[in-house]
């Protein structure tokens, strides 16, 4: 068995910059340059689910895509992009449903993309991000990035998954300033996640290591 650390950290509550931070980014726009290979990631994607009546379902930072093919599972008449920057973590898996497309790409560029080009995302799944776990490393993480107002824009139904309890928490608190400030009505719920079976790799490994699971569901009401 493939045993995890409980993730530790020098931070012991929400981080005090959070609200700072979110305000901030939430009155400029990320230009970061899309990076080439996630453009043509965009373009196949874009040429996927062009095939489908159905929107997108799309699996943020799907690592080897076990809940790609979970949600294609559930959402089977719906299109599943699974995206990674990792190309070996992709290439783990050798087949795939008909209805799922494994690509590699840039988040901090893909859900700018989708954002611009106003793709409608059914589901946006979000599990187990790098939790950056350090008090320094606070802007890191999604939530307190310049990405973040696109990150929310993406979907109207986001699902985020973490075994950090105070990850959790700071996602849901910057949701709910982020939405606040763009006047987006919503509802923002964090709850303990236990699931019945294990849906992604992490996921297995974590509930076999007997770590805590932790839910974020933001949903737009507009
Ligand atoms: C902890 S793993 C979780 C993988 C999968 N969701 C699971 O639960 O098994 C986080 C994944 O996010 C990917 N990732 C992190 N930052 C990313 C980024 N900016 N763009 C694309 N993928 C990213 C990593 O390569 C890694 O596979």
Known sequence: MNFSKKVTSNQEDIHSDLEKLVTRYAACDYRR???????????????????FPKPLILDSGCGTGDSSLS???????????????????????????????????????????????????????LYYPNPWPKQSHLGRRFHAHPVFPALLRVSRRLELRTNWEIYAREFAAA???????????????????MPEAPETAFEKKYLESGHFLWRVIFLSLK
């Open 71 to 125: 949600l294609a599972r559930k959402f089977p008449e719906h299109p599943v992009l699974g995206l990674d920057k990792s190309e070996i973590r992709l290439l783990k898996k050798n087949e795939v449903p008909g209805n799922v497309l494994l690509l590699r790409a840039e988040l901090l560029d893909f859900w700018r993309l989708l954002v611009q080009n106003k793709i409608p995302v059914h589901f946006h799944a």
């Open 175 to 193: 949701a709910e300033t982020a939405a606040r400030l763009f006047s987006l009505p919503s509802d923002v719920s964090l709850s303990r996640y």
């Open 33 to 51: 340059p899309v990076a080439e290979h996630t453009q043509r990631a965009f373009e196949s994607a874009m040429e996927f689910a062009n095939r």
